[in-house]
């Protein structure tokens, strides 16, 4: 059988990984030996050109190109444009970010909206290519990651980015699950263990706080930052480059876009560097024609212990997120058993021992951070394919299901990690004499009132009998299968009159959009043939 790939879907970068049968998971680089990609979107050419490019070579471009490069695109998947921190984005990204019909935020190319659903599926389709180039044979297949705190939109709007790469996706894993499976931290001891999985990459920091039992994975509480990751560490570095050529040649680079790109390039390489020397030498000839007839040329030496002072404020709000998530767990750091890292910038010595310090015991570390959550993808993926006769993983509701209560209350149903399938019931009766109809509201969320939650959908239950108030009584009946798909049964009980209601997860887009999508790109594909690399 064609095997099953593990995609990690990145804000900043994505990685797809196999397992051979019976094997451990390894990642697939691509043909030039790249592990990860730059989870980035051009569209170049001329006007509404639909020629793309993904990955490196869209990075490459970005600084020349900002309005028509799309990078992080999972920070608008299934989001609604009136979002506080879509808007944020919005706020600060070079390309324009619009309202969908539906309120969804869609990305704006020349005179051509486009949904994050499609802009994405370039670069699953070019994971695909990577894949298939590095197996040399089709893949049809994957498990793709997201986040723990992805709702059900945002899941199924990722989803949908699989269909339209062509992709059937097997299954959605939590990125923390992913990588607990790949740190085989199911296997430590029987019996229920609390681990912690701290995660910052390029763009984003989540942590989670776990319990892993019989292989069941369940996230407790996650918290983190979606404003603060390695591109903050970057950028203090260039502020402290463009200062220091400030201070000798009075100049400012800030407005030289191709010298900010250099910088840019060269401080996150010596960020890296810091990761395992003490210091560094960014070296960056030609940097700037000057106002004198010589050119500068930037030569600066930097230690560690001046990237961690100049990011001490950075690394201070690591703190907060994972007091919080403990707190919501109802546990605190001597209840954690392990803490795991995830993430490229977990390497930097200053933020291991940041972690070391919030949860009081040193972090497990894996040789390529930025490589687990996709090797733990894989490793689920093989277990799906029934190549391993490990216990299968069980899927978990993401969120509470509850109903609208009062004006604006909310009472869960189905508590957020209920085993799927699940199916609750709930008991009320109606609050006035002769009451006609119930109307019953779906939400789904954490927050105690409606506005903080998610609108699922609605039943209607009408010709109640007549009765005083509290006489007639309704039982709501509230499924949720192995597919995520809710239905809610409204049942009067002394006449056996019911009404139901089925909710699909939707990420946005209906079946007509994306056949549509996937159509147009047939068409247009055949016209001129796409170079997927
Ligand atoms: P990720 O989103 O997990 O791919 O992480 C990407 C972030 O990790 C970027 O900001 C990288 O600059 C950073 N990163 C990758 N490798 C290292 C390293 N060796 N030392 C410090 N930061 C790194």
Not at 132 to 153: H, I, N, S, W
Not at 432 to 442: A, G, K, N, S, Y
Request: with cysteine.
């Amino acid at each position: 059988m064609a095997r099953i790939i593990g995609i990690d879907l990145g804000t900043t970068n994505s990685c797809v990984a196999v397992q051979d049968e019976g094997g451990t998971p390894r990642v697939l680089a691509a043909p030039d030996g790249r592990r990860t990609t730059p989870s980035v979107v051009a569209y170049t050419g001329g006007k509404n050109s639909e020629s793309v490019l993904v990955g490196e070579k869209a990075l490459r471009q970005a600084i020349t190109n900002p309005k028509r490069t799309v990078l992080g695109t999972k920070r608008l998947i299934g989001r609604k444009v009136n979002a506080k921190d879509v808007a944020w984005f919005a706020r600060s990204a070079p390309f324009k970010i619009v309202a969908a019909p539906n309120g969804d935020s869609w990305v704006k190319i020349d005179d051509t909206t486009k949904s994050p659903q499609e802009i994405a599926s370039h670069v699953l389709r070019h994971l695909r290519w990577i894949a298939e180039q590095a197996l040399g044979e089709p893949v049809t297949r994957a498990v793709v990651t997201v986040p723990a705190y992805f709702d059900d939109a945002q899941r199924q709007a990722t989803r949908d980015a699989g269909t339209i790469a062509g992709l059937d996706i097997c299954r959605i894993l939590n990125e923390p699950t992913a990588a607990a499976l790949a740190y085989g931290a199911h296997r430590v001891k029987a019996g229920r263990r609390i681990i912690a999985v701290f995660d910052l990459g390029g763009g984003t920091f989540d942590v989670s706080i776990m319990a892993v039992e019989n292989s069941v994975f369940e996230v407790l509480a996650t918290n983190g930052d979606s404003a603060l990751g390695g591109d903050d560490w970057d950028r203090v570095l260039i502020d402290f480059l463009v200062d220091a050529v400030f201070d000798e040649h009075r100049i400012d680079l800030s407005s030289d876009a191709v010298a900010m790109g250099r910088l840019k390039e060269a401080a996150e390489a010596a960020k890296r560097a810091l990761s395992s020397e003490s210091s560094t030498t960014i070296s960056l000839p030609f940097l700037h024609q000057g106002i004198g007839p010589d050119p500068i040329h930037l030569e600066k030496k930097i230690t560690r212990q001046q990237l961690d002072d100049l990011s001490s404020s950075l690394l201070q709000r690591l703190r907060e997120p994972c007091t919080r998530a403990m707190k919501d767990a109802d546990l605190s750091p001597s209840d954690i058993e392990e803490v795991l890292l995830v993430g490229g910038m977990s390497r930097l010595p200053a933020v291991q021992e940041m972690v070391e310090s919030i949860f009081q015991r040193p972090a497990s570390k894996c040789a390529n951070p930025d490589e687990v959550v996709a090797l733990g993808a894989a490793a689920h993926a093989s277990i799906l394919a029934g190549d391993e006769d490990e216990a299968t993983l069980l899927d978990v509701t993401a969120h509470t299901i509850g109903i609208k209560v009062g004006s604006s209350g909310f009472a869960p149903i189905i508590k957020r990690n209920s085993m799927l399938p699940v199916r609750e019931h709930k008991l009320f009766a109606t609050n006035i004499d002769d009451q006609e109809f119930v109307e019953v509201e779906i939400y789904q969320g954490e927050a105690d009132t409606i506005s903080g939650n998610r609108r699922l959908g609605q039943v209607h239950l009408h010709d109640l009998p007549k009765g005083k108030a509290g006489t007639v009584r309704i039982r709501l009946t509230v499924t949720v299968d192995v597919e995520s798909i809710l239905r809610v049964t409204a049942t009067e009980l002394s006449t056996g009159n019911s009404a139901q209601v089925r909710i699909a997860p939707s990420g946005g887009l209906s079946q007509e959009d994306l056949s549509d999508i996937v159509e147009q790109r047939r068409l247009r594909e055949m016209a001129q043939p796409a170079d997927p690399e």
